[in-house]
């Protein structure tokens, strides 16, 4: 049987982008930036590109700190405004996680407020990025309204690198999402330094891997490509989780409690859902899991959370990850009376949107997948590509489209064990091929099974189901699309 996966394809493409604007392969080796490795930045002509003039700095952190807007010291503001050629060509601040990856976040601050400012560098310990959304923008904002020009040009330029993991770029740009609200307000677009273990939304937009912190010309080097890259557009997604009873154990920041159970009433038919039900709702740009592989994530998790001097980097993370699968019996099952290593087939049902399509259709779980995954970009898992890149006929044989980002709709597959996910993530073959949607819902019934475990961009949680309702898992896409740096 021919494979769906164009095996040349898939290793020519191993680690480009699957979206419209992709980079070359080589610049998403290392930090991205392999292809520059001998072009010089000057320091001081950066410098001038990036940093915003001190009265808007001082104006921003004070409001940021007095988590006020409009307290702005009147000393601050310039009479009449300033003249539009004062604005930096690319302002730019950075979010530092200075817990992701291997601890290298205040090594990082302290070189970035030496190549900008001080008041442009954020450590998000001390300023969450709402609070920079609504008071430090809003501030840049309230002094343009006044007739600033150079506040007017800073606001209108801006761009944000964040440097953390997935999780943490997610949070950015959940934030920065909110300014979509009022319809009005120019969104920034996100570029990334990647500080986390697997990175897959640095590695989709060019911005490689890992970053090498011995080698300090590349943290100029990332900035000024960042403050050039065109700019890429990245579907997000809605989850809303709706349970009976209970709580969400240990629930992701990215997961909050929702003042309104919005399920969709398209499936009342036959639905187990209870008269009162609890909900949250969280957006993810990666991807969503059900299963194993989140049990997985949970233990490492929570031994993380417990123990962080075990969790000194990205090889000893996946040393103690492989360890928990293998204990968990995701590589082998050494009981199959167990329910807990069951098949989720014997827990969940699962129903789909396709494009342009207001009905829900239901899509079978295939036997012995004990993981499935709804996948936004390319790359999951460090850097592999599960979804495979399939060859065109297999495309149109099963109502499929060439995966891409922004295209508005999902991939879902899945994982049968460790072993099968093993031989997926290296690309030796594909992983289970189950639907592509525009709308997913899975039904989550308990049994033998007392809890479900899920993870959202690498945030894991336990779910707690009841055996009298169902809980229901539904995703759905996000009207507005986020910006992303593209570093190509």
């Known amino acids: 049987m021919d494979s769906p996966v164009s095996k040349t394809d898939a290793s020519k493409e191993k680690f480009v982008a699957s979206r419209p604007s992709t980079a070359d392969s080589k610049t998403m080796r290392g930090c991205g930036l392999a292809n520059l490795a001998w072009v010089g930045v000057d320091k001081v002509e950066l410098r001038q590109r990036l940093m915003m003039p001190e009265y808007l700095r001082l104006a921003m952190r004070d409001c940021i700190k007095r988590k006020d807007s409009s307290a702005i010291p009147d000393h601050l503001l310039l009479p009449g405004g300033a003249v539009a050629d ?4 690319a302002p730019m601040v950075v979010f530092i ?4 990856g291997g601890r290298h976040g205040p090594v990082l601050k302290e070189r970035l407020q030496q190549l900008m400012s001080e008041e442009q560098v954020f450590d998000l310990t001390e300023v969450k990025p709402h609070e920079f959304v609504r008071y430090g923008l809003g501030c840049l904002e309230k002094v343009a309204a006044e007739g600033d020009e150079c506040a007017k040009e800073c606001r209108a330029r801006l761009r944000i690198m964040v440097a953390g993991g997935d999780g943490t770029v997610g949070w950015v740009l959940g934030c920065l999402g909110e300014l979509n609200k ?8 996100v570029g990334v330094i990647p500080l986390g273990t697997g990175n897959d939304l640095s590695r989709s937009f060019g911005w490689g891997g890992s970053f090498p912190f011995a080698w300090r010309s590349a943290v100029k080097r990332t900035l000024h490509r960042a403050s050039m890259g065109p700019v890429a557009r990245l579907d997000s997604w809605k989850i809303l989780v709706s349970m009976p009873s209970g709580e969400v154990v240990d629930p992701p920041y990215s997961l909050k409690p929702a003042e309104e159970n919005e399920l969709d009433q398209g499936l009342d038919a036959g639905i187990d859902a209870p008269p009162l039900a609890k909900a949250y709702e969280g957006v993810f740009y990666n991807y969503l899991s059900i299963g194993m592989d989140a049990q997985v994530a949970y233990g490492f998790h929570h031994l993380r959370n417990t123990k962080p001097y075990l969790a000194q980097g990205p090889i000893s993370n996946k040393i103690i990850y ?5 204990s968990q019996g995701w590589f082998c099952t050494p009981c199959v009376n167990d329910p807990g290593l069951r098949g989720l087939r014997n827990i969940m049902k699962i129903h789909i949107k396709k494009v342009n399509c207001s009905q829900w259709e239901e899509i079978p779980v295939p036997k ?11 790359s999951y898992g460090s850097g592999s590509h599960p979804w495979g890149n399939l060859k065109p006929e297999y495309l149109e044989k099963r109502g499929f489209v060439e995966a891409h980002c922004d295209d508005g709709l999902i991939e879902i597959f899945g994982f049968k064990q460790g072993w099968h996910a093993s031989f997926v993530m290296a690309e030796l073959i594909s992983a289970k091929h189950i639907a592509q949607a525009a709308a997913v819902r899975f039904e989550l019934r308990g049994g033998d099974w007392r809890d479900a475990f899920l993870q959202m961009d690498g945030e894991p949680w336990k779910q707690p189901m009841s055996t009298e309702y169902s809980t229901f898992v539904e995703i759905k896409k996000v009207p507005y699309q986020s910006l992303m740096i593209n570093n190509e």
């Open 86 to 89: 004062m604005a930096p060509h």
């Open 97 to 100: 996680n200075p817990n992701s």
């Open 322 to 326: 492989s360890g928990f699968g293998c």
């Open 182 to 189: 009022d319809g009005k307000s120019q969104i920034p677009p």
């Open 368 to 378: 012995n997948v004990r993981s499935i995954v709804a996948l936004n970009l390319h």
